[in-house]
């Protein structure tokens, strides 16, 4: 039996590989190469679509929610009362003489929300407690994509089904993941170099701060770039038989010619996130603030960190479901096109 030869499989790749995809690198490419149609409803209607789609079952998702919830109690943590509470008696003392108005107060809530989100209110994890955010959020992820994916095919299912079926897939999801880990490392480097730039006084002005910030952009965008066909890589990981760079290859094709548009999609999807939680925290941390100071006998209870948590658990739920939704577009618009 005659053997394959390796150079004739990998010349075989390369040219599949080139025929899917029309870029060249240092060569123009044609609109007429790369265009692809790509109609999904506007930006307000389909988010509505996933909110709707959530809400006709909104008891097993709230379900998979406090999942997430008591699962993330217990194996890992929730934010510290106490490290919420020095800080806002520091806001507190240090701007109770300058910002004394409701904007003042508003001014604080925003620090605080900034804080909270950014994960200065949460202790050091230690890697046992790593691992087991990851494996709780990735067993979340898969347990939405598998709830949506039978409940779109008309079947009726609980959240006990999708716990324990949904799971199968998680070794392939986990690569998938490092991939997206391993693609935000650009993003990551401008993070540092920013704040290395902002504490040697490098964005002052002048030609430093200009090259910076081109290089900073650049790295966003290559992290941009790669990140939005991953993100239906790890949806397309879940299918039966998929082995995880199968999924990356078969979510880039899906991707090119229309990724800004993708891209676009998922921003969207950050932005209202981001103004959600803050539409949500915002206001609550200033009734939290008027009733403990009113009633210190409460000062105690952890009110801010349970709703970071709940919103957290929520959050996870939502975005697993806007993407997954977002994939089922375009998939569909796809083969409406053949």
Known sequence: MATKNPFVTIKK?????????????????????????LNLPGYW????YVRKTLWDNRKT????????AVLTVFMVGIASQDTYTTLANTLNAAGGNVLNNGLGEVGKASLLFITAITGGLSQSLTDAQKIYAGLITLLTW?????????????HKVKLRDGLYS???????????????LVQLLPFALALIGFSAASASGLLA???EAMLFWIAAGLLTVLSLYWITSTAFALVIVTLPGMYPFQA?????????GRRLRILLRLLWMVIGVVVSWALVMIPIILLDSWIKGIWSAISWVPTIPLILLALGALTIVWVSSYIYLLYRKVVADDSASV
């Open 45 to 48: 209607a389909f988010t509505a």
């Open 61 to 68: 998702f709230i379900l998979l929610a406090v999942v997430y």
């Open 248 to 256: 990356i290859k078969t979510a880039g094709d899906l991707v090119i």
């Open 13 to 37: 790749r390369v040219s599949s590989y080139l025929k899917r995809r029309p870029h060249r690198s240092f060569r123009r490419t044609l609109r007429r190469d790369y265009a692809r149609p």
């Open 166 to 180: 949904a799971g199968s897939p998680i070794l392939s999801t986990f690569i998938v993941a490092l991939l997206l």
């Open 142 to 154: 898969l347990t939405s994509v598998w709830l949506l994916r039978n409940i779109l095919a008309g």
């Open 205 to 207: 002005g002048g030609v």
